[in-house]
């Protein structure tokens, strides 16, 4: 009967160690439940939206001559105003509201990355 009690606790404890190492943390933007949460991670889409197109932008920009950098710079800065004043206006439907930051938070990180798609095919017209 003890070696019946030991081998049941052994198991449990080696079975809870081992399940216990396979749990990966959890993204907790993916179970959100507050909107103050999901503010805060429409805000850090953005933000690793944001990254990647400085780094393709980067990427771009390091294949250009003088001419087609400042024609770029042009371009990107127009976009990036007008970026910011659409989805002020996208989020401005909601003023007022706690709900406002995500959609402008969303509206962000979603034009951004079709803009880092632009930048990528530009990058892959340039390769060809």
Known sequence: MRSAVF???????????????????????????????????????????DAVLNQVYRQLVAMLD????????EAQTAWLKYRDLNCDFVADQYKGGTIRPMIHGL???????????????QIKDRNQ
């Open 7 to 49: 081998l049941l606790l052994l198991l449990l404890i080696v079975g809870g160690y081992v399940f216990g190492q396979g749990t990966k943390k959890s993204d907790p933007c993916a179970n959100a439940q507050s909107q103050a949460e999901m503010n805060d991670c429409a805000g850090k889409e953005y933000k690793a939206a």
């Open 66 to 73: 003088d001419e087609e950098k400042s024609q770029l710079k």
């Open 107 to 121: 509206c962000l990180a979603d034009m951004t990355k079709n803009r880092t798609a632009e930048l990528r095919n």
